[in-house]
């Protein structure tokens, strides 16, 4: 079975630090996607950062990056030099190649506290 | 920034009754999704289409249909609302499918089943 696992349901740090927000997911498949997305506060969900599953080098885009743990079935995001609008609930998702389909995970609400 | 449009932005009903949620995308992209999100859940896919008059079943598709009639316009119907269906939903679209490539999702409508 496909299964997205977020357990953190929510996080609080102090503004300019760096955060971190697990993400394991479930497959038996070794070849897919993963994906992070970012819902702001006024419901906005736009893409963050995706990481083939191929790829040993961990994805990072502005002061976003990827722990991707392949034998641990692990993507975290680390976010840093946080800023108040990071703020928001993020989710990871999942994906195959001709499925046409993203499994998401719960989503973790990111607060950060000036 | 491709654009995806929702109609209506907050809709209440009743047990029932007859509800159609509207979503357009401007970006001749061929994939476009319905989801709902619901607390402790995340975004769980109900229906999903790779072209006009293609349609595939998500992981929750019961009481719901959909139809997608151009390129550009995708429909999620509920025939006969129940308050389970209470939720936000979000429609999304990508070029091509969504396993490999980022989706772009609408504002979210608000559904309400009294």
């Known amino acids: 079975a496909q299964k997205v696992t977020q357990t953190q349901t929510s996080i609080s740090v102090m503004e300019k630090t760096t955060v971190t927000m697990d993400c394991v997911y479930e497959t038996q498949d070794s070849s897919y996607f993963l994906f992070w997305y970012k819902q702001t506060a006024s419901g906005e969900i736009v893409f963050l950062i995706r990481?083939?599953?191929?790829?040993?080098e961990n994805a990072t885009v502005g002061h976003y990056s990827l722990n991707f743990q392949k034998p641990k079935s692990s993507i975290g995001l680390i976010i840093t030099a946080t800023q108040i609008e990071d703020s928001a609930v993020y989710f990871c998702?999942?994906?195959?190649?001709?499925?046409?389909?993203?499994?998401f995970g719960q989503g973790t609400k990111l607060s950060i506290k000036p | 920034e491709a654009a995806v449009t929702q109609s209506p932005r907050n809709k209440v009903t009743v047990t029932g009754g007859n509800v159609t949620l509207s979503c357009r995308q401007t970006n001749s992209h061929n994939y476009m999704y319905w989801y709902r999100q619901d607390t402790g859940h995340g975004l769980r896919l109900i229906h999903y289409?790779?072209?006009?008059?293609?349609?595939q079943i998500g992981d929750v598709p019961d009481g719901y249909k959909a139809t997608r009639t151009t390129q550009e316009d995708f429909f999620l119907l509920l025939e006969l609302a129940s308050p389970s269906q209470t939720s936000l939903y979000f429609c999304?679209?990508?070029?091509?499918?969504?396993?490999?490539?980022?989706?772009?999702f609408g504002h979210g409508t608000k559904l309400s089943v009294l």
């Open positions: 998702a999942i994906g195959y190649y001709n499925q046409g389909k993203l499994i």
């Open positions: 999304a679209s990508s070029a091509r499918d969504s396993s490999n490539e980022r989706l772009f």
């Open positions: 289409s790779y072209g006009a008059g293609n349609l």
């Open positions: 990481q083939d599953s191929y790829k040993k």
